[in-house]
């Protein structure tokens, strides 16, 4: 569980729903590939931004990465050519959703954050949960 800074005041009652994750793929103009997953979650009344912290086999990040949009975006997995190589996307995708992992609160106007969601594994879609 995410156990914010003492000067990130707080948890309240409320909570984060909705989230879903996505991979998608670009390809750039090298030629190479890049996979991005994407977490969202529904806009939470009274939200002035969203707090992201990386939970990974050492331990819970102590600074999170802030956002003022209820979504977040990582690049994980990359690569040569005009379309992703199936295996290699494949075994990079498994790295990341084992080494890492996202916790989502929300921090409200009055400075007070909203309980911590679940542990999201960075790298695997899931749909709305």
Request: glycine letters at 10%; hydrophobic letters at 40%; a negative charge.
């Amino acid at each position: 569980m995410v156990t914010p800074r003492a000067d990130d005041a707080d948890n309240v009652g409320a909570s984060l729903t909705g989230f879903a994750s996505r991979l998608y793929d670009e390809v750039d103009a090298a030629p190479g590939w890049t996979t991005y997953w994407e977490l969202t979650w529904e806009p939470l009344p009274g939200a002035i931004e969203y707090l992201v912290y990386y939970a990974t086999a050492e331990g819970m990040s102590r600074r999170p990465r802030p956002t003022s949009q209820p979504s977040f975006r990582l690049s994980v997995a990359r690569g040569q050519g005009t379309t992703a190589n199936v295996a290699e996307r494949a075994a990079q995708l498994a790295l990341q959703a084992a080494q890492l992992r996202l916790v989502v609160v929300a921090r409200l106007a009055d400075g007070s954050i909203t309980g911590p969601s679940r542990l999201f594994p960075v790298g695997e879609a899931a749909g709305q949960g």
